[in-house]
């Protein structure tokens, strides 16, 4: 039986035994989907192909350890890793706004939060300042499904149809988790008394 005829799972085990053509195969198999969904995000060609042999040094690392245990879902595992990759390196190179936007139902671009009344004053400006700091913190305070999708709409500019193939996920459920995203900040500024009014 030729080797290409094997499923991801068989060709997985075949690889953690010392079979290394069946990893060729699994690359071979799922590259363009692989890199489409890295391109997506980052939309720069060298950066994807960083991100993408960076992804399978981590998952030649895995195998190569015994920690797989994704059994039969070989792609959403890679895909995964990819992603979270991408995070790590948007983090590193601090790409984030000052202020995060996002789509409401009619498909219009609005801030989450009304933006703080223009002064010169110098306080003020610094006030400001430590404002967004505390909403970077309280996004990374979110369950990871709800950062992730807040990440990846307010951040890197993806549409919620974007962010459901990349998350492998409906949109519904997309659009879902930034509404619960966006209780939960509500809440969380609430709580801690920040100064500011959602729209």
Same mark, same amino acid.
């Given at each position: 039986m030729s080797i290409q005829l094997l499923n991801d799972n068989e060709l997985v085990q075949l690889y953690i035994g010392g079979n290394e053509d069946s990893l060729a195969v699994l %690359?071979?198999?799922h590259k363009r989907k692989i890199f489409s969904s890295i391109i997506m995000v980052v939309? @720069?060609?060298q950066l994807a192909e960083d991100v993408f042999q960076d992804t399978f040094f981590k998952v030649i690392h895995t195998l190569k350890r015994g920690q797989y245990s994704e059994e039969g879902k070989f792609l959403p595992w890679v895909i995964r890793i990819a992603r979270n990759l991408i995070i790590d390196h948007f983090r590193r190179v601090k790409k984030m706004p000052p202020m995060p936007v996002y789509v409401? @139902?009619?498909g219009e671009e609005v801030s989450v939060f009304s933006k703080l009344a223009a002064d010169n004053d110098i306080q003020r400006r610094?006030? @400001?300042s430590k404002f967004r700091k505390s909403i970077r913190h309280l996004i990374s305070e979110?369950?990871?499904d709800q950062r992730e999708v807040v990440l990846m709409r307010m951040y890197y500019d993806m549409s919620f149809k974007e962010i459901a193939e990349f998350t492998? %996920?409906?949109i519904n459920t997309a659009l879902g988790r930034m509404r619960y995203a966006l209780f939960n900040l509500k809440k969380m500024i609430e709580e801690r008394k920040l100064e500011v009014v959602l729209r």
């Open positions: %690359v071979q198999r939309k @720069d060609h409401n @139902d009619e610094e006030e @400001d979110l369950p990871n492998n %996920v409906s």
